[in-house]
C-alpha cells in the first residue's frame, strides 16, 4: 500500500518548523491541550500536541462543525428575503495528526454525506482537506479499532502518514494529494536511514492484546434482540446525555434551526442527538421513543445493524470514546461481546 | 400637525437597559414620574408585571446574554410588597443572581434591584437616570451573542 | 392557536403623545412587525371615536388581538379590554403599551429617540400579543362592609351614604372629634352662616347610625388585600383592632399652611384667615380698625405651584365680616388673581366691594411689605392699576394661606398602595374617567386630602366616592383579573416549590385525577384564593405553573423584541 | 473499620433474603479496573457483583427516581455527599422515604483517574487495582504496589467534602468518619476567581464556556435535576437556540447553576461527567458560598429545612449598588 518511493523521514526536531510553515500555507487542524487534547485551528507548531492516544472530540467537527450556517438572510424590501451563502470563504485545510480510526470513520461519513444526496458543505471541507494521519502504537485499554478491520499503524484512509519510530518520524504519503503536498515540504524531509521498517515493527508491539471481536456476523445476531429485555438494563444505566453521540466519529445526526432577527437572520445546522428525547419527539406530542431503553436501543441498533443494512460496514471505528467518556461506563464494546456471545438474547 | 424634528442620530454608545416594573409600585412610580414630566434618558423599556416577584433569574439571564446592556427589576419597598412577600423573595433571588453575574465577568451594575413606591415618581427617574449614567460607563455588554 | 391577526392603535393624546413622538412613524413601523395586519394612528384612542374605530376593524380585519399604544393600563386598561369585548373579541387578548407616561412624557426634550423607544416598546407589546390567549374571569365574593378614613365632612358625607345604603360602614377618624375642618370655621362661604348647625345634624346623623361604627381616636395600621377582601388593622385609643371590609375610601382632608412669611408667628397682629375664624368663633379678636388681608401666602410660588382655591373666598368671606361687624373700619384685600370660580361666587364678591372692602392687586415680584417692629404698623404694596407703592395703616394682617397635605399621606400612601400626586395629594386614577377611584380597585378618594376643596366639593366627593363604592358592594361578587395561576399537570413534578413560595396557601399537592395521570402528585391551584402574583410562575423549575397574562413566553417575547430577535 | 465490597455484599445479600429490600442500586466493576459502573440487583445471588472501593464515584441517587412504582423497598448504596442529594430529593417530594433503604457507606475520598494517572506516569491498562488506605491510596501496577498520597489525586469535591458520612441512611456499613483532615477552605479556589477583574473573569469563562458541547451530561447526571420536561428542551418558548455558542451556552450554565442554587450538594457529577472538563462545581460553589453567607443554609442536611429561595426574612441584605 504505502509507496516506498515516497516514504521519507523527518527529525523530531524539525517538526515544529514543518508545522510553522503548513500553518503559512493552509488552514491548519491540530491535537492542542486544552485542559484535554482536541483538534484546534493552530497557527503555528509550538502550539500543536503530540501527546496523545486520541482526542477527546473527533475530528468531525472540521467537517460538520457543531454549529454550521447554512445561510443568511435579510429581510430588505418588498422583494422579500434575500439570502446569501453562509460559510466562509472555502479554503485548504489540513489536518495533522488524525488517528488511524479517525480516519476510517470519514469513510462512513461520506456514505451519509456523498451517497444518494450530496452534502456540499461536507463535501467542499472534504475536498479541499488533505488528512496527515498519526500512526497509533499505544491505544487505549478501551480502544478496538482492529474489530472493525483497522490497522492503527496504516495509513490506508489518510493522505500522508507519520509514524513515531523513536528519534525520527517515518512520512510516508499514500494518495497523490499526499504526495504533492510533501513534495512542496520536501526541505523538512530526509532520506530513510534504512532502519525504519524495523523501528516500526519494533513499536507494533504495542499493540498486542487489543481488543478484536468477530463482528462478521453482528448484524444478523442483533436484530432478533428488538424486543428482548436486554436494552432495559443499558437503558435503565443510561443518563440520557448526548455525550457518546457527539464524540463518536461516525454520529451524524443534524437539526436545522434559525436564527430569526429582525433585520434578518441564518438559518443553521447543528449537532443532534437520538440520545434526547426530543429528537424523536412529534408535534402532536406523540414521542416514537418514549423512554431511555427505546433511545439506546436505537443507537446500538443504528450502529451495529441499521447503517450496515444501507452501507454494508458498520458505524462504529472502535476509537473507544463513548467507552472512555460515558459518565455511567456503557460500554459498546461488551455490548458487542454480549450479541455475539449470546448473553444479550439470554437477559 | 407639525412632525417632530428628526435630530441626526447620535453614534456614542447608548446602552439599552430593561425594567421589570411591578403593577403595585414601581409601575405606578413610573406613571406618576410621567404625570410629573420628569424627564429623563430614554435608555430604560418598562415590562409590567405584576409583582417583582414574577420576574425569573432566567428572564435576566436571558437578556444579558440576548445583548441587553442592563437589567433592572423594580419593585416595592420591604414591608409594602401589595402579596405581602414577593420582594422578600425577590430580593433572596437577586443577590444570589447579582454575584453569580459578577462571577462570570458581568459587572454587578448590569443588573440591579431596586425599590421605587407609587408616590416616587422622583425616585423613577433619578433610579433610571443613575442606571443609565452606570451602564453607559461600563460600555456595552461584551456577553450578548458571543460566538 | 388561530393565526394571530394583530390590529395595532397608536393614540396621539392629543399633543401629548403625537407632540413629542412621531406617531405616523410608528404606525408605519407598526404595519411592519410581525403578525400585524392592521396599523392605524388616532387621535384620542379613548374618544368615542377611537372606541368605534377598535370595534369596527376588529370586525373588518377579522382581528384576533388588538394593541394600543398609548397611556397607562393603570387607568385605561378596562376601557380598551371593554371595547374588544363590545366587538366580540376576548378581553384578554388585548395588550397595552405605554407610550404616554413611559415616553412622550418623561422624553420631551428628545423626539427621535423617544419615537425610537415608541417602536420599540410597540413591538415589545405586538410580540406579547402573539401568544395572548383568552381567558375567563374568576368571580369573587365582596365582603359587604366598607372604611373610611378621616370624619371630616367628605368622609362622614361617604360614610352616611353607604350607611344609609344599608352598609356596614367602619369610620376611622385620628381625632378624639368629629368635624375635621369644619370645626374651627366660623362661617361659611356663600351662605355665611355659621357651621354648628351642619356639623352638629351631621355628626349626630353618623354617631346615632345603627350601620356605622365609629373608631376614634384611631389610625389605621395595616391594610391588605384586594376590592371585595381587605384585611384591616387599626389602633383605636391604644387598642388593636382588625376588621374585614369589601371597599376603602380615603377622606383623611389637609391641613392649613402656618407660613414663615409676613412675621406671622412673630407678630402679634398677623393672622391665618383660620387663625382670625378661630378667634371670631370664641369672640377674642377686639377691636381692629385697619385691616389688610394677603392673598397667596405661600402658594402659587415654585416650591408650592397649585393654587388652593379655597383662599380667594375665605377672604372675601371674611373682609365682609369684618365691614359687617366694624363698618367704620378699612378693609384691603391685597390678591393676584381672584379665583371666583363657583355658583354665586362672583355675585359673592360684588357684594364685598359694595360693603365697601377695597380689593388691590399686587404682583409676586413686588410682593407686600409689613412695616412695624413689635405690631404691623402697615402694609406697603405696589398697586398694579395705580402703577405706584401705597401704604395702608394696618391693626390686623390676616393672610391667606394655601391647604397642603397631611403629613401622614405618604405612610398611608405605601400602606394602601395608592399613588401621590404633586405636592403630596393622593392621586385618582383618571382626573375625568375615574375622579374619585385610585388605579387600585375597591379604593376611593374624597375631599381635601385628594386637592383643595370646598365644603359643598367635599360632600359631593364623598358622596361620588360612597356611590362608586357602592357598586362592588351591592353586587355583591367582583370580577378577578384572569391573571391567576394554572398548572400544566403533565410536567409538574410536585416538588412543592410554588406550595412554598405562595404568600395566599393557594397551592396544594394533590394526587391528579386527569386521565392517564393519575395518582401522579402535582400542585393545584385554588383560584379563588391566588391573588395573581406570579412568584409561583418564577419560581417554578421547570415551569409546569404559569401565570395566565404573564406567562414565559410572553414575558420571553418581550425581552427577545427588544433584543431584536424575533 | 472501613467498608469493604466482601461486606457490601454479604450485607446486601442479607436484606434481599430478610426481605428488607426487592431491588438494589450498587456499583460493580466496569471496563477496566479503574471504572466502575451503576449495577441494579432484583436478588441477592447476583450481589457478589457489588464491589465498593475508590473508584465509586457515581451518584447513584438519581436513580431512585426510576423505582417510584416498583413493588417493595429499593436499596441503594450512598457516600456523604450522594446521602445529602437524597435529602434534597425527599425535601422536594421526589421520592418517598418508606420506599427506600438507605445503605450508607462512609466514604474518604474517591480517586480522580485522570490525576492518578498523571501522577503515576502509567497508562490505564497498567492500573491493576486501587485501595483505600488512610491518608493515601494503595495503587496496585504491574511492577508491584505504590502508595500515593490523596491530597495528590482526590476529586475535587472530595478535597473540600465536610460529610463524608452519610447524613441519613437505615444501615451503615463501616465504621463513621467525622471529618477528613486535608479539607481546609471549602472556597479558595471561588475566592481566587472573585478577586479577578470583570474583564478577565469574562475572558476565563468565555475560554471555559467555549468548550461546551451541550451534550447535558451535566444536567442529565445531576441528582436534583429532576424536572420532567427541563426548559430547556421546551419548544415554545424556546430559552435556548440549538446553537452552539459562547452566549447560549453561558445561558445554560448560568441558568442551570440558578436551577441548583440552594440545592446542590457538591457531588462533582456534573464536573466528572463533562468530557470537556468545563470547571463546572466553579459556579455551583460560587453559589452555595453565597448562600451560606447570606441566608447561612446548606443543602441536604436536613429534610425539614426549607430551602432558602422559597423563604425569606425580614431583615435580609437589603444592599444592591
Known sequence: MVNQTKSRIIEKNRLTELLDELAQGYHLIAPVRDNDVSFRRVESGSEVTLDYINTVLSPKNAFFPQTETLFRFSRGDSQGFRTEPGTEADREQVIFGIRPCDARSLRLMDMVFNGQYKDSYYLKKREKTTLIGLACFNPDKTCFCPTFGIDPTSGEDVDILFSDIGDRYLVEASTEKGATLLDRFAKFLSELRGDEEQLRKARKAGLVGMKKLDVSAIADKIAPLYEGDYWNSIGMKCLGCGICTYLCPTCHCFDIADVNLDEGGERFRCWDSCMFPEFTLMASGENPRPNRKARVQQRFFHKLKYFHDRNAELACVGCGRCIRYCPVNIDIARIIEDVISGKAGNE | MKLPDTKEVQTEFKPKILAFCCNWCAYAGADLAGVSRFQMPTNVRVIRVMCSGRVPPELVIRALANGLDGVMILGCHPGECHYSEGNYLTRRRAHVLKRLLSYIGIEPDRFQLRWVSAAEGAKFSAVVKEAADKITALGPNRWGDKR | MAIPRIGVFICHCGTNIGGVVNVPEVVEYAKGLPYVVHAEANLYTCSEEGISSIKNNIKEHNLNRVVVASCTPRTHQPLFRNACADAGLNPYLFEFVNIREHCSWIHMQNRREATEKAKELVKMGVAKARWLEAQEEFESEVYPAAMVIGGGVAGMSAALNLANQGFEVHLVEKEPELGGRLLNLNRLFPINKAPDELVESIVKAVESHSKIKLHMPAVVKAASGYIGNFDVSIDEDGQETSFKVGVIIVATGAQVLKPELYRYGKLANVLTHLDLEQRLKDGELGEFQNVVMINCVGARIPERPYCSRLCCMTAIKNAALMKEINPEAKVYVLHRDLMTYGVEFEEYYRKAKEAGVRFIRYTPSKPPKVVGTKKVKSVKVYDELMDMEVELPCDLLVLATPLIPNDDNEELSRMLKVPIGDGGFFLEAHVKLRPVEFATDGIYVAGTCRWPADIRESVAQGYAAASEAAIPLRQGLVKVEAITATVDPRICKGCGTCVLVCPFDAIELKESKIRGLEGKIVAEVNAALCKGCGLCAAACPNRAIQQRGFTDVQLLSMVNALSGKR | ?321
Open chain 4, 1 to 321: 473499620m472501613k467498608a469493604t465490597s466482601e461486606e457490601v455484599k454479604t450485607s446486601v445479600k442479607k436484606l434481599f433474603e430478610d426481605g428488607s429490600i426487592g431491588h438494589f442500586i450498587g456499583y460493580e466493576m466496569g471496563s477496566d479496573s479503574l471504572r466502575v459502573t451503576p449495577c441494579f440487583l432484583k436478588s441477592g445471588q447476583a450481589a457478589s457483583r457489588l464491589v465498593w472501593n475508590p473508584l465509586c464515584a457515581n451518584n447513584l441517587s438519581k436513580y431512585l427516581l426510576d423505582f417510584g412504582k416498583v413493588e417493595g423497598k429499593v436499596g441503594i448504596m450512598v457516600k456523604g455527599c450522594d446521602s445529602r442529594s437524597v435529602v434534597e430529593l425527599l425535601k422536594e417530594h421526589q421520592i418517598d422515604r418508606d420506599k427506600v433503604f438507605i445503605v450508607g457507606v462512609p466514604c474518604s475520598g474517591i480517586v480522580d483517574r485522570e490525576k492518578l494517572l498523571a501522577v503515576l506516569g502509567v497508562s490505564p491498562g497498567e492500573v491493576v487495582a486501587v485501595e483505600d488506605d488512610g491518608d493515601a491510596f494503595l495503587v496496585t501496577i504491574k511492577e508491584g504496589t505504590r502508595r500515593v498520597k490523596k491530597e495528590q489525586v482526590l476529586r475535587g469535591e472530595c478535597l473540600v467534602c465536610r460529610y463524608p458520612t452519610p447524613v441519613i441512611y437505615d444501615m451503615l456499613i463501616g465504621e463513621a468518619v467525622s471529618s477528613l483532615p486535608w479539607v481546609g477552605d471549602d472556597y479558595s479556589s471561588v475566592k481566587e476567581l472573585e478577586a479577578l477583574s470583570s474583564e478577565e473573569k469574562e475572558r476565563y469563562w468565555s475560554s471555559e464556556l467555549s468548550r461546551c458541547i451541550r451534550c447535558y451530561a451535566c444536567r442529565n447526571i445531576c441528582p436534583v435535576c429532576t424536572c420532567v420536561e427541563c426548559i430547556f428542551d421546551k419548544k415554545a418558548p424556546r430559552w435556548l437556540s440549538k446553537a452552539s455558542d459562547v452566549s447560549e451556552n453561558l445561558v445554560y450554565h448560568l441558568v442551570r447553576a440558578f436551577h441548583v442554587a440552594g440545592r446542590c450538594v457538591d457531588c462533582g457529577e456534573c464536573e466528572r461527567a463533562c468530557p470537556m472538563h468545563i470547571p463546572l462545581r466553579s459556579l455551583n460553589k460560587k453559589v452555595e458560598k453565597d448562600i451560606l453567607e447570606l441566608f447561612g443554609y446548606t443543602a441536604g442536611i436536613d429534610v425539614e429545612q426549607q430551602p432558602p429561595l422559597t423563604t425569606y426574612q425580614a431583615g435580609d441584605l437589603d444592599e444592591f449598588l
